[in-house]
């Protein structure tokens, strides 16, 4: 069994975005066995649903996504997952404060992906997120 968590800073962009993006790649694919969720590392968003253009910026993929609520990553998630990819360094370092080790962390690209709360490129970021994703997909299937 496969845990990935996806990190951002909300929760209500980039990481639900991560997350369905991936279950839809695993659905199409056939790959079984892979729990995959997404978190934040600040309170911030708590409690909300994925940010409205995230939203159709999915839809317009045709990528399937549920009502959900932003949580927060907490110490005791470290032992639930087996790999955690974070959008940009800032959340690495945010991680580490919380986890205090980052040896299951890996950045989803190697360049940041940026916030698109900030930035309103929700395509760019879909593109970037898809990206990373895919190669998720290829070390799956090489294991």
């Keep these: 069994m496969n845990r990935i968590c996806f990190i951002c800073l909300g929760n209500i962009c980039r990481s639900p975005m991560a997350e369905y993006i ?15 969720d997404s978190k934040a590392t ?22 399937q996504f549920s009502t959900r609520e932003a949580k927060r990553l907490e110490k005791e998630d470290y032992d639930k997952y087996d790999v955690f990819y974070y959008m940009e360094d800032k959340n690495l370092r945010n991680i580490e ?8 962390c890996k ?22 997120i898809d990206e990373g994703c895919q190669e998720i997909i290829k070390l799956l299937k090489n294991n």
Aim: charged share 40%.
């Design 42 to 63: 600040s309170y911030e968003e708590q409690g909300n649903d994925i940010y409205p253009k995230a939203k159709n910026i999915l839809k317009e993929h045709n990528i």
């Design 107 to 128: 950045k989803l690209l190697i360049k940041d992906i940026e916030d698109p709360w900030y930035t309103n490129n929700f395509e760019k970021v879909y593109e970037e």
């Design 97 to 104: 404060r919380i986890f205090d080790k980052t040896d299951k």
């Design 22 to 36: 991936l279950k839809d790649k695993l659905r199409k694919q056939g790959i079984k066995n892979v729990i995959v």
